[in-house]
């Protein structure tokens, strides 16, 4: 394949996952962003490890984390060791919209790929995982 192709290919997945994020998120009334973090959120990451999880600034996660939090969905914990860092935790609500969310998710994605036929869609997740390291 040539690396353009590639390039497309690739662009072309990018454009689909985000359409997929978007279409989850407004049947929550969520944006792109707070779906992608509560599909993320395992354990309790500082604000910096969602930062470098999610590709942003760590301003933009204190918007998000703000934004959710004020719906209830997360908490912020002191870090045991650090008491300059604060933790991010889903709430028990937040845990139940993560679930839904997920589900939902997953329910689009079947959807789009099966438009691929089985043998495309059996070498689809190594090949993801692959790039993934």
Avoid: W
Wanted: proline share 4%; hydrophobic share 40%.
């Amino acid at each position: 394949m040539e690396p353009r192709d590639l390039t497309a290919a690739v662009a072309a997945l990018h454009r689909e996952t985000s359409a997929l994020y978007a279409e989850v998120a407004r049947d929550f009334g969520l944006t792109s962003q707070q779906i992608q973090l509560l599909c993320l959120l395992a354990g309790r990451p500082s604000f910096g490890e969602l930062a470098a999880s999610l590709g942003c600034d760590k301003t933009n996660i204190t918007g998000l984390v703000n934004r959710l939090e004020k719906r209830g969905v997360l908490a912020r914990e002191p870090d045991t060791r650090d008491r300059r860092i604060s933790r991010v935790v889903l709430t028990g609500t937040g845990e139940e919209l993560r679930e839904r969310v997920r589900r939902q998710f997953s329910a689009a994605v079947r959807e789009r790929f099966e438009r691929l036929g089985p043998e495309e869609r059996a070498r689809y997740a190594p090949l993801t995982a692959a790039l993934g390291g």
